[in-house]
């Protein structure tokens, strides 16, 4: 406990904006909703609602954890990876603990729910998840607070939330989890990992529709398209997290945060912990670096 009250001691002597963190203690002091139920509120509880969000034509299951209150509540949209073994639900009850609500979607194809799966159809579903966000019925059904919608992508899911943020200015903010740059991460371990196909067919046999062959060629056809470097002139202006891992995408990460930083965005924080890809060993570390992000970014925009 000692060396986590002096990282946190430190890190407040630290400037957020444009924060760098590194190393195996690169969390700041956990916060009670990673770790303690808040008080019920009986007549506005904590609960659960299971919609089903129209994208295209077709219904996408989804999980929308809502937070206890009267609200309205600032709302995280969560986007799980390729294909989404690792959902993050410990996160979501976390956040959801800190006063905010989260929603969970499943991709088209994916875990269920209706239509096909492609890179393409997952970028489509995040917008179709955030304009069921912003829908007026909704937001006083759900007590949503629609000026206040964050986007936390994991993986896959990473790369889908930094390009749905640049396509929607009126997301808030956007936390990105050991995000994967599609286009260049896929084309760099083709070349450098042998494993490399046996992986991806691995996780397109749990999807409908589609083949790794086919996600490769999908990423190959617009290599701009699936580069989120390209995203940065249109995030710039906006509160940015990359959590990063010691995984494929570290390298892209860093540069990702660097470019940001350059592109003139003062609110970038940069944290790296010393585990894997999905952060098996450092949930509780995870789950406490992003919901003590979520707060000084509501601070910082009261």
């Known amino acids: 406990m000692k060396r986590i009250g002096c990282f946190a001691l430190l890190l407040c002597l630290v400037p957020w904006s444009g924060n760098t963190i590194r190393g195996q203690e690169s969390v700041q002091q ?20 299971c919609p089903d969000i129209l994208s295209h034509g077709s219904k996408m299951y989804s999980v929308l954890y809502i937070a206890s209150g009267s609200g309205p509540h600032p709302t995280v949209l969560m986007l799980h990876g390729f294909p989404g073994n690792e959902k993050n639900l410990d996160l979501a009850y976390s956040i959801r603990r800190a006063g905010w609500n989260v929603l969970v979607p499943f991709y088209r194809g994916a875990w269920g729910s209706g239509g096909t799966f492609s890179f393409t159809h997952a970028l489509e579903d995040a917008q179709a998840s955030i304009d069921f966000l912003r829908d007026s019925e909704n937001v006083k059904k759900f007590r949503i607070d629609p000026a206040r919608i964050v986007l936390v992508g994991h993986s896959m899911g990473g790369f889908v939330a930094a390009y749905a943020a640049a396509h929607e200015p009126k997301v808030f903010a956007v936390a990105l989890v050991s995000p994967g740059n599609l286009g260049p991460g896929s084309a760099r371990q083709r070349t450098n990992d042998p494993q490399f196909w046996e992986r991806w067919n691995d996780n397109a046999s749990r999807l409908v529709g589609i083949t790794a ?57 940069e944290i790296h912990m010393n585990t894997d890809h999905t952060f098996s ?15 000084t970014i509501t601070k910082l925009h009261p």
């Open 30 to 49: 956990v916060p009670a909703a990673v770790t303690s139920d808040p008080p019920p509120d009986p007549a506005y509880p904590a609960t659960m609602a």
């Open 213 to 269: 062959q086919q996600l490769v060629q999908e990423v190959d056809s617009d290599p701009a398209k699936w580069n989120y470097m390209n995203c940065v002139p249109l995030l710039k202006n906006r509160s940015v997290l990359v959590l990063k891992a010691d995984d494929r995408n570290t390298s892209d990460n860093q540069e990702l945060a660097s470019r940001l930083r350059k592109a003139g965005d003062a609110e970038v924080t």
């Open 281 to 295: 060993d450092h949930r509780i570390a995870m789950q406490g670096a992003i919901v003590n992000w979520l707060g």
